[in-house]
Structure formats: structure tokens, C-alpha cells
């Protein structure tokens, strides 16, 4: 099981991240906003389960319509204030070139995941959904996983020291409830499901949009032949995935660990066989 977050119809409204945070009981990180966009959480982190990216772009909207290629659907009420949208006082002629790419970030969950294998308590650990879980009655504090993990998702807690991250709601999913963020999300832009189907969706989805026009829309992390063998959690983006802070081709951080000690292994045989030929050597 896992997530399709299509962005192209994500509108920033944070549900998913409030959602996150009321139902595991995730403590508050701030609320001073960067100065660089309406993003006040920054990034994922040990309280940060689920963040919201605001790309602010001096680029044409283009066809890049947030609702092309879906069915006509009645508002929905967020409660919020009403006010007038920059530009709606001026000419068509008079604006400036400018759109916003939004973006709800999430654990990838990966299938061949290095946090699982560095962890050296079992804290961390795969469940029958293929999702990955810290238990943080056992996890020691260590961090091994922190640098461990290609996205830089997994993090530990200030004041705590323990490793904490989104669990895919996994109590919710043992009473065959979705996960608090897509129940939230009133558009539909994370969807959670099984991730054969969800793959299909996606897929459909791209499809729709190259028709009308949006060139730029592509999937991120949906192949299961990536460097990561596949995420629980994967997205359809407006743009290079680096502009979204995502890293353009994540690999497993300990696929290389087999080898490496393999040739820390033959170093130290060379090193005792030198050892040796200057011992037995001065003995003679």
C-alpha cells in the first residue's frame, strides 16, 4: 500500500498537514514562516511527518490549469477568508508571468530501504503493507539512519534523540481506515491505495495532462527498477524534481556496503600477510 500525490492539483491548504499532526500527536515546530514563500514548516522532519512545498516561479501558467483533465466538481468550502487574487484588478496584458507549484512531501517508504539496514535495534521495521515503521520504545538514538536515508527524511527529535517519521498511519490502516492526510486532502491530490493501481492512475493521469499540453508533468519514484527498487510513496511533478527538493536520482545509500567489505576484508588479509613476511623475514 502506499501514495500517488498528484501536485498539478495540490492547493497548498496545509489539511494534510494538520491531519498528520492531530492524529499521531506530532508537537508543534514552529511557527515562524521562512520569508521565502507561505511554507512556515521548512522541510520534513522528527515533527514534521508531512510538508507542504510553496515553489514560487516567474513562469507562464501556461495550460497548467489545476483541474485540466478532471471532472467538474462543486467548491469546496475551506473556511477561509475571501479575497481578490493578485491581478484581478489589472489587465490580462498588464501581468507578470508567475505560477505556484505546490508539492505535499511524505517518507517514500522505500522498497530496499537503508534506514531498515542500518538500524542496529530492530526499532526500525517492514510491515505487512510494505510500509516502514520506527517503533520508538526501541529505537536507542543512535542516527545511523538519519544519514542513511536518500530523501534526508528520517530525523531525531530535539529534547528526545529519538528517530521519528511518518508511519503511513499504520494503526489507522490495521482498522481499514486510510491515512489522516489523504482523508483530509479535499482535492484528491495524495491518494492512497494499492500501489499496482495506483501506479495505473498515475500513469492515466500523466497521459491526460501531455494531452493538454503540460509538458513538463512527469512521475517521480513510481519505477520499481529505480535506485531505491521502488517507493511507497511516489509523485506526479510540474517540474525537474530538484526544483521540488527532491534528489534527481536516489540511490540506496548501503547498496555498496557488501563490497565495501569485501575490500576492507582483503585489505586487512594483505595487511597480516605483509605483517608476516616482515616477521618471518627478520627471523632469518
Not at 508537537?27 to 512545498?53: C, I, K, Q, Y
Amino acid at each position: 500500500m502506499g501514495f500517488f500525490t498528484d501536485t498539478s492539483v495540490c492547493i497548498g491548504c496545509k489539511a494534510c498537514e494538520v491531519a498528520c499532526k492531530e492524529w499521531n500527536m506530532i508537537p508543534e515546530d514552529g511557527l515562524d514562516f521562512t520569508g521565502m514563500s507561505f511554507d512556515n514548516s521548512g522541510g520534513l522532519g522528527a515533527d514534521t511527518w508531512r510538508h507542504v512545498a510553496f515553489i514560487e516561479q516567474r513562469a507562464p501558467l501556461g495550460f497548467q490549469e489545476t483541474g485540466v483533465g478532471r471532472p467538474e466538481r462543486e467548491p469546496v468550502d475551506l473556511g477561509m477568508p475571501s479575497f481578490e487574487r493578485p491581478g484581478d484588478s489589472t489587465g490580462a496584458d498588464e501581468r507578470g508571468d508567475f505560477r505556484w507549484l505546490m508539492s505535499s512531501d511524505v517518507c517514500k517508504h522505500c522498497t530496499s530501504a537503508a534506514c531498515l539496514d542500518v538500524c542496529p535495534t530492530g526499532s526500525l521495521f517492514r510491515t505487512e503493507y510494505g510500509t516502514v515503521v520506527v517503533q520508538e520504545d526501541i529505537c536507542n538514538g543512535c542516527g545511523y539512519c538519519v544519514p542513511a536515508c536518500p530523501y534526508g527524511v528520517i530525523d531525531q527529535r530535539k529534547g528526545d534523540g529519538r528517530a521519528w517519521k511518518c508511519t503511513l498511519c499504520y494503526d489507522r490502516l490495521g482498522d481499514g481506515l486510510e491515512p489522516a492526510c489523504s482523508k483530509a486532502c479535499p482535492t484528491d491530490s495524495i491518494q492512497f491505495g494499492d500501489l499496482d493501481e495506483l501506479r495505473q492512475r498515475a500513469d492515466e493521469r500523466l497521459g491526460t495532462l501531455h494531452e493538454a499540453g503540460v509538458s513538463s508533468a512527469r512521475l517521480y519514484g513510481e519505477d520499481p527498477d529505480d535506485g531505491v527498487d521502488g517507493t511507497g510513496a511516489f509523485f506526479l511533478l510540474l517540474d525537474e524534481p530538484e526544483v521540488y527538493g527532491l534528489p534527481p536520482d536516489p540511490v540506496v545509500t548501503t547498496r555498496d556496503l557488501p563490497s565495501m567489505w569485501t575490500y576492507a576484508g582483503a585489505a586487512a588479509l594483505t595487511l597480516l600477510a605483509g605483517v608476516g613476511a616482515a616477521f618471518f623475514g627478520r627471523r632469518r
